[in-house]
Nanobody, 119 residues
Framework: QVQLVESGGGLVQAGGSLRLSCAAS????????MGWFRQAPGKDRELVAA????????YYADSVKGPFTISKDVAKASVYLQMTSLMTEDTAVYYC????????????WGQGTQVTVSS
């Protein structure tokens, strides 16, 4: 299984920035595309950003296009989500995983990291 550990969440004021990190196993990181998902209370989990295995293509949900940037560091086997211009609507638990599609993933879900944006 693809094991993933998220970190970097916290409390931030609206308009602020935050960077999330996801550590993957070195043996699997380079074999899969990586993505960030989030789930807000009462809402379905959604894919917000993804990066292809080669790193050559990206995907962003319309709601985060522009303010959010996904990147990775192959040497550290980590994927990042740089979030800027945060809004209260971005408050959610954020998870990383390897997306086969927008709804199907290869790995088990981790604990995620909580992002709370205050007004």
């Amino acid at each position: 299984q693809v094991q993933l550990v998220e970190s970097g969440g916290g409390l931030v004021q609206a308009g602020g920035s935050l960077r999330l990190s996801c550590a993957a196993s070195a043996s699997t990181f380079s074999s899969y595309a990586m993505g960030w998902f989030r789930q807000a209370p009462g809402k379905d989990r959604e894919l917000v950003a993804a990066l292809s295995r080669s790193g050559g293509t990206t995907y962003y949900a319309d709601s985060v296009k522009g303010p959010f940037t996904i990147s990775k560091d192959v040497a550290k086997a980590s994927v990042y989500l740089q979030m800027t211009s945060l809004m209260t609507e971005d408050t959610a638990v954020y998870y990383c995983n390897s997306p086969i599609s927008r709804t199907i993933v290869l790995g088990s879900w981790g604990q995620g990291t909580q992002v709370t944006v205050s007004s």
